[in-house]
């Protein structure tokens, strides 16, 4: 795959209408239409923020540690009478 240079992400991003924000783990400027699997770093079971592509790694290991440090929620089941 060719890779463009990151002024042409950033104009592709403002472009479209894309966020452009800095990477919360490596500080890197990553635009939204790079977001994909395995880029959203956990902070809530209902929620995270995404990271930038060359992070994929990192992110999935401290996920990975976020869940079995923070076993699931309990469910609440509502019964009607
Ligand atoms: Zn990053």
Known sequence: MM???RWMHKLYAYLLGYFWMSCTICSDMWGGHEWGENQTLRTSWAGGVGVCPN???RVKVINDKFF???PSPPVYVRHEA
């Open 3 to 5: 890779r463009f240079p």
């Open 68 to 70: 079995k440090e923070n």
């Open 55 to 57: 992070c994929k790694e």
